[in-house]
Structures are given as C-alpha cells and as structure tokens.
C-alpha cells in the first residue's frame, strides 16, 4: 500500500491509462444504451417506458457504489493518514452526487407513467434522496473550514456515519411495503431479468463504472497539482 | 424512425431520462476536464518563473 501512498508515484503511475479507460468508458456507455435502445425488446407490462431502466439501474448501483468508496476512503485518511485518502473521497463525491441525481430524476420520470406518480416518501426512494443529501453534506463540509485538514476530517466522519444508510437502501424494498420493485439482478438465485434486457444494462453499467474510474483519476491528479501549487505559492518553497 | 422518437407513447418520460443522463455526464466530464487543464496550466506557469 505505502507504494502508492506517495503522489509523485501516483501521478506517474495514473497519467498513461487515463486515455484508454475514458475511451472504454464512451464504448461501454455508449454502446449499451444503443443496444437498449435499438435492440432489446419492450417490456410485456412496461412497454418502451422499460428504456429509462437501462439510465437508471446503472445510475443507482453507481451511487452506492461511489458512497462506498467515499467512506472507504475517509476512514483509510482517519485511521492511516494516508496522503492520497482523503482527496480520493473529495474526488468521489461529487460523482456519487451526479449519479444519485440522474437515477432521482430517470426514477422519478418512470414513476410518473408507470405508478401514476412523480415522487413517493417510501423506504427506497427517501433513503436514496438521503442519500443525495449525505453526498451535498459531505461536499460542503469538506470545504466549510479555512484550514482544509480539518474540513477533510469532519466529512470524513460524516461520510463513516453515513455508511449506515447503504444496507437501508439495499434491503429497503425487503424490509418495507414499498411501491419500488425488488431486486431483480443482484438476488440470491440469480438475475430474474430476461437476458436481451439484461446484457444492455450491464454493459451500460460496466461504462459507467469506467466512467467513475476515469473520472475519479483525473480530478485526484487535478487535486495534487493545485496542492502542488499552492505549496509553490505559499510554501516559501 | 418517427416510430421509434415515439418510444411506444412514452416519448416524454425516456428522452428526458436520456437527456439528464447526458448532461449530468457530459457536465462532471466538462468541468474535471476543464479544472485539470487550468491546474497544470498554472503549475506550467510557476515553473518558468
């Protein structure tokens, strides 16, 4: 681990791959969401209205996902002061947030001609909205303090706190009468999906997984030259 | 093709799901490119001084 503990070794390390898994990431994206539109078949109860799955699962999975990686992350900066710990979950964050938006809002406009409704205060869809928030919370706290050490910290205590709400959403469609459906890929017994309407919802997932890992390099890369530079600036260095 | 812009009636619901998707994407995409590009722009700079 203490390998990649040092940013120059990063940087090194990260520059050469960032290219291909970007372009892997718009392959994969966009890819899948052309087999789900123009080859996998209309759902026999949803119709076409089973297209907006293929942005949304993706979307949801990725934001807990992310969540997880954030808080993994702070509690490597918390425990191990690991120099790269805390701006890989600052990086993270605002990803998790954009694919907890795009999975509220695709929900949401699946809702709407599907239950009859935009937005119900159920288990799944309140505790990935909370979900959201944790992510704006964590955002903001991280940048709350002049001195950025402890602006770190205290979001990575709330990132650890917050870990509690990902069984919620996980096991929310099990654990309360909710409109939401249960899961259908991810279950004991495996996928209970049609496979022509599965494979373009893995592949879209797969994209955006990379998407995430693409991203993720290039704002930490983008984080250590700005600490590079303000240590050139003010360091007296 | 108008067939398939129609999306079985539910036009309205998936090509905004799309859009957002897209925007969102495109947005985080944009701005880390945009701040990388600034940061090693500056790093560039101090260096000459």
């Keep these: 681990m203490q390998r990649f503990a040092n940013p120059n070794k990063f940087m090194k390390l990260s520059g050469p791959p960032l290219p291909w898994i970007g372009g892997a990431a718009a392959l994969f994206i966009l890819g899948g969401l052309g087999l789900a539109l ?49 701006i890989a979950a600052e990086s993270a964050a605002p990803l998790g947030a954009g694919f907890t938006l795009i999975c509220l809002v695709s929900g949401s406009l699946w809702g ?16 990935v909205l909370v979900l959201f928030f944790l ?25 650890l706190v917050g870990v509690i709400n990902l069984p919620i959403i996980k096991f929310s469609v099990d654990w309360w009468n909710t409109l939401h459906q249960p899961a259908s890929v991810f279950r004991i017994g495996g996928p209970t999906i049609a496979a022509p309407l599965l494979w373009p919802l893995l592949v879209t997932a797969v994209g955006f997984l990379l998407f995430f890992v693409a991203l993720l390099l290039l704002r930490m890369r983008t984080a250590l030259a700005e600490a590079k530079l303000r240590a050139l600036r003010f360091g007296g260095g | 093709m108008g067939d ?46």
């Design chain 1, 38 to 86: 123009f080859a996998a078949p209309p759902d026999y109860q949803q119709g076409e209205a089973v297209k907006i799955m293929y942005v949304h699962v993706p979307a949801a999975w990725l934001a807990s996902l992310v969540y997880a990686v954030v808080a993994g992350a702070s509690a490597v900066g918390l425990i191990w002061r690991h120099p790269l710990a805390h």
């Design chain 1, 112 to 127: 709407e001609p599907m239950w009859g409704t935009w937005w119900v205060w159920d288990a799944r869809l309140t505790s």
């Design chain 1, 135 to 159: 992510y704006l919370g964590f955002i903001a706290l991280s940048r709350a303090f002049d001195d950025r050490t402890r602006g770190s910290r205290a979001a990575a205590v709330l990132a």
């Design chain 2, 4 to 49: 398939f812009l129609a999306m079985g009636g539910y036009a309205r619901f998936v090509w905004p799901a799309y859009g957002v998707a897209a925007i969102v994407l495109l947005g985080l995409l944009g701005h880390a490119l945009w701040a990388w590009r600034r940061a090693s722009a500056a790093l560039k700079d101090e260096g000459k001084r």
